[in-house]
Nanobody, 132 residues
């Protein structure tokens, strides 16, 4: 059973930085590829895909609003997904979730963006609050 546990959320000032972590267990990442992503949900808004990465290569994806400020990466040895967030803005405030699902080699592309329906397992979320 795949389990995801996020951490690293908290409060930050605008233009500050935070790094979110998502510890994954139950992944067979020596056998399968995984699509991994970060989503966020601001108060009163729908959840949106922020960034994505594939284990074993396949590139990364960022929504336009975070390009150049956020970096997603995955540490295979630790089975942990990270989201480095720099130059934070008040509009980055929200609950952040990590998600994953196993994929086949030919499914490793980001032409559809980071969409909820393309993920199977979800963490419980970690809150990020950015004050201006």
């Amino acid at each position: 059973q795949v389990q995801l546990v996020e951490s690293g959320g908290g409060s930050a000032q605008a233009r500050g930085s935070l790094t979110l972590s998502c510890a994954a267990s139950g992944l067979a990442d020596s056998v399968y590829y995984y699509r991994m992503g970060w989503f966020r949900q601001a108060p009163g808004k729908e959840r949106e895909g922020v960034a994505g990465i594939y284990t074993g290569g396949g590139g990364t994806y960022y929504v336009d609003s975070v390009k150049g400020r956020f970096t997603i990466y995955y540490d295979t040895a630790k089975s942990t997904l990270y989201l480095q967030m720099n130059s934070l803005k008040s509009e980055d405030t929200g609950m952040y979730y990590c998600a994953t699902r196993s994929v086949k080699l030919h499914q490793r592309d980001w032409s559809r963006g980071v969409r909820e329906e393309d993920f199977q397992y979800w963490g419980q979320g970690t809150q990020v609050t950015v004050s201006s």
